[in-house]
């Protein structure tokens, strides 16, 4: 009964871990496109900030998000015991 419940809390990490992310990946993909006429007011190094941030910006936070998941799933792998370390 033990290892069924460290297997649910672990699932239940993961799945907050990834709702998390998705809200944050939305967030830069799509405040970008809703507000594109207001962003464009500021320019950014010469260029507009919606397109700045669509151009430039999203795929770096989508980089950081594949990162941050891979960091975050690599602990609690290892907490969680599901995952052997290499030596």
Do not use: C, H
């Not at 967030?27 to 007011?41: G, H, K, Q, S, Y």
């Amino acid at each position: 009964m033990r290892i069924k419940s460290r297997s649910q809390e672990y699932w239940s990490k993961n799945l907050r871990l990834t709702g998390a992310l998705l809200l944050v990946w939305a967030a830069v993909t799509f405040i970008p496109i809703i507000w594109a006429r207001d962003l464009n007011e500021f320019d950014f190094f010469g260029w507009p900030l919606a397109f700045y941030m669509g151009a430039q910006g999203a795929p770096v936070a989508y980089l950081l998000l594949i990162w941050l998941y891979a960091r975050i799933m690599d602990m609690l792998d290892r907490e969680y015991g599901s995952r052997q370390r290499e030596e």
